[in-house]
């Protein structure tokens, strides 16, 4: 019961539980960016959102970026917190611009994803990720 309400931080606990986000967050965010990615190569003409103006092939291109590749290095630990920036930025958009209008019900899912990626921003990847023993070779 002690244990419970401790405020004291066990960083053993804060690398399981940085695996545990880094991981579900990313593969959460691979439901959204594989289909992304499958419309890249899917042939058909290109119908996405340009919230930006950037136009819709460019908008798509960087949401894949972000939400495939960016998600698969978080997924890995390997370049975490500069993998967490183009999803921060993604999200961001997602919240204050695309969904700007729409009911906080609606928005509410890249705000919590928004979230996370500030946070892994923050911690990196922890203990265990491919960051972590590649910075524990480079030591050797």
Do not use: W
């Amino acid at each position: 019961m002690q244990k419970t309400y401790t405020t004291n931080l066990n960083l053993p606990s804060i690398d399981v539980a940085l695996i545990i986000l880094r991981v579900g967050a990313a593969a959460l965010m691979l439901t959204h960016g594989i289909p992304k990615l499958l419309m890249i190569f899917g042939g058909d003409e290109i119908q996405f959102p340009d919230p930006l103006g950037l136009g819709m092939e460019m908008s798509l291109t960087l949401a894949v970026f972000a939400e495939f590749i960016c998600a698969i290095l978080i997924l890995l630990g390997l370049g975490t917190r500069l993998a967490a920036i183009p999803l921060i930025i993604n999200m961001g958009v997602a919240f204050f611009i695309f969904h700007a209008q729409d009911p906080f019900k609606a928005k509410e899912l890249a705000l919590i994803y928004l979230f996370l990626f500030v946070i892994l921003l923050i911690t990196g990847s922890g203990k265990y990720s491919l960051d972590h023993y590649l910075l524990k070779m480079k030591k050797r």
